[in-house]
């Protein structure tokens, strides 16, 4: 931003996070530096002529720097400078279709197809081709569809857009690994020839156009992804984009805070993005909009109108609902179930137990504290057999360690093997209901030590089986998918909550269990309600739940938290997921609020 002639007085570029602007100066500005960065609360100094600052705070007060005393002599970095107008681009177009004014550059559905260029031959939806336009529109973008709606297809030809007009000419993609199958499969079936694409597995394709890579491996692939963003004009797309939700406090969203920048065009794809409130929105769309994004996100939902709050944020990304869809509902049941008395009795012994320990400071404690009175809920003897090596992190807990003088040793040592968990009974009877009329089953349970109880409990209707160590899990699948003596799969949604579709063949849901995670939730509740869905098709899912212990806690925050999005996505489809109707029976990601009511269930804190 400055010319040859004209001394330089401030530069600002990245650190190597790419999360910090560094300042520097001349020894004739050091003072003026000095007071620049006192006036950000995240300043400071890195020596007498060099200061740094977050760049979200940099970004969501650019006119602090008006009051820099030599307006010519500042010189921006190109990557930083490219990023700081896309943000302020996309600002004054939200700002400007907020007035009620058509933006400047406005992309509507109609003119999409002339944009794509002569290589797109992917067929689009009237909801696909309104998402593009607006996201076309903006610079960067959010789309936040149902799964099911085509994000993946949107997402590659916002890409097929930029590319003919010369703006980008390579797209890198973040996505789990149940996700490759359906990036391979766009990039090949959407364009006149396919893409080359690569997936980073060790190796690594210097001339791939679509480079995907998974959350898991981001970190240790940071220096290799941002030469290979650097070296031509990127776009760099996050599916299931939650999964970065933490932000920079995150392995994986630091990661992702630290490519984004490099990239011409950023744009995040998922269906839940506030699963647990606002913090995650604000770390969402900090991505895509640095400091801008925040900042929209706290100053809507400060006044506590959601309707307000999605009117305003509404601008900032695209989804289409399941009801646009048109999709037939899906009847959601909560079933509560009696513990036998021993049950009871060890449920309460352990909520004691717990309490006395508790503290709202341990985070760790408190999970594990979740986590064992889930366990205790659907099945006390879980408590003694602990984790499993093969369950991810947030879910391997050593046993119990009970004194042998307590009560509860006690209660657990002389736990009888006829008060079987009614949560297992009330399963099984679901699912032999169910196959008696020829419809399959989808049980969801946390637990590795439930999943493996329940297989032999369903032996006679050849379960599949599917979890982290699941040595043949497409094997699994195809005998769930193809085989008509194979009526049940029992799996859990840290393993197959994402990237799989059943509504193919099995429209029944049981979930033995839940925890307080709602974006898994609804991530689970779509393997099986999806687009695809022949019309009049009865879509049933069953909760189970005992009354009176932590299972009532989850599903209040549940609520909360699915009320919270569907406010903000401005969809009641979500809202009604937080309606569960009861009826009578036949036979854990904790966040800040979580903790609360967690601690108000035990008596801790």
């Known amino acids: 931003m400055t010319d040859n002639a004209t001394e330089t007085s401030l530069h ?10 560094v300042l520097r100066t001349t020894d004739q500005y050091q003072q003026d530096l000095v007071r620049l960065a006192a006036r950000f609360r995240t300043g400071g100094q890195l020596g007498p002529l060099a200061a740094s600052i ?10 602090v720097l008006s009051g820099w005393p030599h307006h010519q002599g500042v010189e921006w970095a190109p990557e930083l400078r490219n990023l700081v107008a896309g943000v302020v681009q996309d600002a004054n177009t ?11 550059g406005e992309v509507t559905p109609d003119d999409v197809s002339g944009l794509l260029g002569e290589t797109w031959k992917g067929e689009l939806s009237e909801f696909q081709l309104r998402d593009i336009a607006k996201l076309l529109t903006l610079q960067h973008g959010a789309n936040f569809s149902v799964p099911g709606a085509g994000k993946t297809r949107v997402a590659l030809a916002v890409y097929a857009a930029q590319k003919a007009q010369g703006r980008v000419s390579r797209v890198l993609v973040v996505c789990p690994k149940s996700a490759y199958e359906s990036w391979r499969y766009e990039t090949a079936v959407c364009f006149s020839y396919p893409l080359r694409t690569h997936v980073l597995d060790g190796s690594m394709d210097q001339w791939a156009e679509v480079l995907i890579v998974n959350y898991e491996r981001l970190d240790r692939s940071l220096a290799t992804l941002a030469s290979w963003l650097k ?3 990127s776009m760099i797309i996050l599916d299931e984009a939650h999964r970065m939700k933490l932000g920079a406090r995150g392995t994986y969203g630091a990661a992702c805070m ?16 506030a699963p647990n409130g606002s913090k995650d929105l604000e770390n969402l769309l900090g991505f895509v909009w640095p400091g801008h994004g925040q900042r929209t996100v706290v100053q809507a939902v400060a006044g506590g109108d959601l309707a307000y709050a ?40 352990l909520v004691g137990g717990e309490s006395s320990r508790a503290s709202r400071d341990d985070l760790s404690s408190l999970g594990k504290t979740a986590l064992r009175l889930l366990m205790a809920a659907t099945s006390p003897a879980l408590l003694l057999e602990g984790g499993s090596r093969y369950e991810p992190l947030a879910y391997q807990l050593p046993p119990l360690e009970v004194p042998e003088g307590s009560s509860l040793y006690s209660l657990l040592q002389n736990l009888p093997d006829y ?8 399963a099984v009877a679901i699912v032999a209901e169910n196959a008696a009329r020829g419809r399959k089953t989808l049980v969801w349970t946390t637990f590795v030590r439930s999943l493996t109880t329940l297989e032999q409990m369903l032996e006679k209707y050849s379960p599949a089986v599917v979890y982290g160590g699941t040595p043949d899990r497409d094997e699994q699948l195809r005998r769930f998918r193809e085989d008509p003596s194979c009526m049940v799969l029992i799996s859990n949604p840290a393993t197959l909550g994402e990237g799989i579709s059943l509504h193919q063949i099995c429209h029944d849901a049981v979930y033995v269990d839940r925890d307080f995670m709602a974006g898994r939730f609804l991530q689970s509740l779509d393997r099986i309600h999806r687009l695809g869905l022949a019309p009049g098709t009865d879509t049933r899912v069953t909760v189970l739940a005992v009354r009176n212990t932590i299972d009532e806690v989850v599903t209040a925050r549940l609520d909360q938290k699915l009320e919270f999005m569907g406010k903000i996505l401005d969809d009641p489809t979500v809202q009604q997921l937080a309606d569960l109707q009861e009826e009578p029976a036949v036979a ?13 269930h035990i008596g801790g804190g």
């Open 12 to 21: 600002l570029g990245f650190d190597e996070t790419r999360t910090r602007v």
């Open 54 to 63: 977050a760049l979200d705070e940099l970004l969501a007060d650019l006119s």
């Open 94 to 104: 939200v700002k400007e279709r907020l007035a009620g004014a058509k933006p400047q």
């Open 231 to 233: 070296s031509g004009p």
């Open 258 to 273: 630290a490519l984004g920048p490099l990239a011409e065009r950023r744009m995040i794809l998922t269906g839940t993005p």
């Open 310 to 349: 999605s009117s305003v944020l509404r601008p900032l990304f695209t989804r289409t609902t399941k009801q646009e869809l048109g999709l037939p509902p899906v009847w959601l049941r909560m079933r509560y179930v009696e513990m036998p008395p021993l049950h009871n009795e060890i449920y309460s012994s």
């Open 419 to 426: 008060e079987l968990s009614p949560k297992y009974k009330e």
């Open 588 to 600: 854990a990601g904790l966040a800040p609020n979580d903790i609360e009511a967690l601690l108000s």
